[in-house]
């Protein structure tokens, strides 16, 4: 009976629905359909195709061969390219986990102190981030020419304090720590972030913590940390996914890219000389796809780890 | 450390009995070495400013002696006046002329999909999502190779297509969830209202919805530039001759490829000021924006 009764009026608006429904469908997909073409063409495209190349030999011209898990096999079967390719996979790694950690846990002792209102805090937040301003490439001739040996104030400031000459960007003893250090003029952005997140981060809980009598150590590592593990995560996998990647270093090293005795070679810019310079796109391919599959993998470790982030009410 | 025997006190009366001016003395101590060690940092930060500067602004001879002066003998403009003469002004234009036609196009259709995946609820919006986020991890190096053969076939090798047509489908993934993010504190009422009201879903996009998003708009707008600005890995692929080049490939070339124009110092400093010169614009005009736009991406994010 009750059925009966409300079933003609659920039945129209069912249909009404239907009509709306599939013109909201129609609208959503007219809305992403640039996002859907563009991850056609321009990312399952050449992800899929680049997997295809990986098992050829390809030059980018004529020569365009099945070879199989060849490309593969080179790779870690050659003896002066496995030491390569170590060694590529190995700087980009250094370069990444220390580079990252280290920048993020500086920054924070960056923001600590201006965290607080007084006169003339503004200034220098803004002086501290004036070297984020620069563009990367600009600021890695800038490095450069600091740090260059002879021409270079870095070494002229070491000889006033009474410290030995550095060979920073010239020797592949001190080339990757001097990136990273240059790295840290850049400490402004991850200061801007921690700043963000204490502004977030409700006072309330600090006075409470206060009247129960917790210490600001114990403050710190029971309420500032844990509500900004949010922003410490995005930038952990940010930042790691970006400096995998790390290319611009081209512009230190000029030329080839190496840097001394391979000590700058990271594996994008491996990657780039195989396939532009040397015309082995098939194996380039290849180096490309392991690279894909260590951020692929180091993304799901970082994302299966993240139990510590701590998304408040959500 | 020094803080904690206050805090052992939270409530008492020691601030009245005359603990109160030696606590004020001691704050003004603890505040002053802060200050002191501040000015310190920032000296070291601004540095690298200052180097760039001041070195922009040396003659080739005084940036070529040994050893080189940090501060300048005087003001000297011909680095600047010499790095135009070295088609700076076309690198210019074609880096201008990337960026704008990029913010154009990026900024409509990642708004687009936004609004997409925030207002209408359409089947296969969360797979879409999901697919849109993972290319996120994906690195360029991956389907640079294809898309270079891909481009060769359409003739694009070495002009300028490469670097506006792709940006034209989605507008990046993370500037898309950055206006998704911001959408979320927007009123949905509003477009629903409208909708009652008879609106179509673009003009809901157009009117109602993406006025409210102008200051994440201004964030991915600067970022936009910023990226096109300072891009290095395309021009370095696609790029052949140097009339095309962008700023970043022209300060590379010049550093290294073309050899001699850019061997001083204070040639390649005065490029570098002047590369700085419109991010440095971009962010002293929107500043707060810019700080706002972190906060949404990186904080809540």
């Known amino acids: 009976m009750n059925i009966e009764l409300c079933a003609p009026p659920a039945r129209e608006a069912k249909r009404r629905r239907l009509t709306r429904g599939a013109r909201r469908q129609l609208a959503g997909i007219l809305f992403e359909l640039p996002l859907i073409l563009g991850l056609i063409i321009f990312t399952a495209y050449p992800v899929a195709e680049s997997l295809r190349l990986s098992l050829y030999r390809y030059n980018g011209f004529d020569t ?3 070879n199989g898990f060849n490309n593969f096999k080179y790779m870690f079967a050659n003896e002066s390219q496995v030491k390569e390719v170590l060694r590529v996979f190995g700087n980009t790694f250094i370069y990444c986990f220390v580079s990252v950690p280290l920048s993020l846990f500086l920054s924070y002792f960056l923001a600590m102190p201006l965290n607080k209102n007084f006169k003339g805090v503004g200034v220098f937040r803004l002086l501290i981030y004036l070297p984020v301003i620069i563009p990367s490439v ?30 920073f960007f010239s020797h592949r003893s001190t080339a990757m720590a001097t990136l990273i250090w240059a790295g840290m003029w850049n400490l402004g952005g991850g200061m801007i972030l921690w700043l963000s997140a204490f502004k977030n981060i409700p006072a309330s809980l600090y006075e409470s913590a206060k009247i129960d009598g917790a210490n600001p150590l114990r403050r710190t590592l029971a309420i500032t940390l844990p509500m900004s593990t949010p922003m410490i995560f995005y930038n952990l996998v940010m930042n790691l996914i970006n400096s995998m990647q790390i290319f611009n270093s081209m512009m230190i090293t000029g030329g080839d890219g190496e840097g001394p005795e391979q000590s700058l070679y990271f594996i994008a810019v491996k990657i780039y000389n195989e396939a532009f310079q040397f015309f082995r796109m098939g194996y380039a391919a290849a180096l490309s796809w392991i690279l894909f599959l260590v951020v692929g993998l180091l993304t799901v470790v970082v994302f299966a780890t993240s139990k510590w982030v701590f998304y408040g009410d959500e | 450390m020094a803080m904690n025997s206050r805090t052992q006190f939270p409530i008492g009366g020691a601030d009245r009995t005359g603990g109160a001016n030696r606590k004020k003395t001691r704050k003004k101590v603890v505040f002053s070495i802060k200050i002191l060690t501040l000015s310190a940092l ?51 234009l074609n880096t201008l002329k990337i960026a704008l036609i990029n913010i154009v196009t990026m900024v409509f259709t990642a708004s687009l999909s936004a609004y997409g995946f925030a207002r209408i609820k359409f089947k296969g919006r969360g797979p879409l999502f999901a697919v849109m986020l993972a290319t996120l991890m994906l690195p360029a190096a991956v389907s640079q190779i294809p898309l270079y053969v891909l481009y060769a076939r359409f003739g694009w090798i070495d002009t300028h297509y490469p670097f506006i047509i792709p940006k034209m489908f989605g507008g990046g993934a993370i500037n898309i969830f950055l206006i998704i993010q911001f959408m979320r504190s927007v009123p949905k009422e509003l477009d629903e209202a409208a909708e009652i009201d008879g609106a179509g879903v673009f003009r809901r996009y157009v009117q109602i919805t993406m006025p409210l998003c102008v200051p994440i708009l201004i964030y991915i707008t600067v970022n936009i530039f910023n990226g096109a600005w300072g891009d290095f890995n395309t021009p370095k692929v696609f790029l052949q001759t140097k009339s095309k080049f962008t700023l970043a490939m022209g300060i590379y070339y010049q550093s290294f490829l073309g050899g001699y124009q850019m061997a001083f110092s204070n040639l390649r400093m005065a490029a570098g000021v002047f590369m700085t010169v419109i991010p440095a614009i971009l962010f002293f005009v929107f500043q707060k924006r810019l700080v706002e736009g972190i906060n949404i991406g990186a904080v809540k994010g």
């Open chain 1, 64 to 66: 365009n061969v099945f």
């Open chain 2, 42 to 92: 920032t000296l070291y930060f601004v540095f690298p400013v200052a180097f760039m500067l001041l070195r922009s602004v040396m003659t080739e001879a005084e940036a070529s002696s040994v050893p080189v002066a940090f501060f300048p003998q005087g003001f000297n403009y011909q680095s600047y006046v010499k790095i135009f003469r070295e088609d700076y002004w076309l690198y210019t």
């Open chain 1, 138 to 167: 600009v600021s890695a001739l800038l490095y450069k020419d600091i740090f260059d040996v002879t021409y270079g104030v870095m070494n002229q400031i070491f000889g006033g304090l009474g410290l030995p000459q550095g060979t």
